[in-house]
């Protein structure tokens, strides 16, 4: 499945659409070593980003055509994340500027 726009960070990441319906979206990612941390787990940096690019995909899957830009995003890490990940995101409410995912 492609995405709904040409992201060249997401290409380099190899992150792969599953879902894109219906104020849903789901991605999975495979990590290689170029994604790890000094720990070798996924750099935070990269989990942030699965989760920017699976909830802006949730936003648009109703309305492909009106884009979105996160303007505040917070996560908890509660452990280190190990691949294959699959991220999924859901949107909850959305106005005619903002998207609550």
């Known amino acids: 499945m492609e995405f ?5 960070f997401v290409e380099l990441l190899g992150f792969e659409l599953q879902k894109f319906e219906s104020g ?3 991605i999975a990612f495979k990590p290689t070593d ?3 941390n000094s720990f070798d787990v ?3 940096g990269a989990s942030m980003t699965l989760l920017d690019v699976v909830m802006a995909h949730a936003a648009r899957s109703v309305e492909a055509d009106m884009g979105c830009v996160t303007i505040e995003m917070k996560t908890s890490f509660m452990r280190a994340a190990k691949g294959p990940l699959t991220a999924k995101g859901k949107l909850l409410h959305r106005t005619a500027t903002m998207a609550f995912t």
């Open 4 to 8: 709904s726009v040409r992201i060249p």
């Open 24 to 26: 849903e979206a789901e």
């Open 34 to 36: 170029d994604h790890l």
């Open 42 to 44: 996924v750099h935070g």
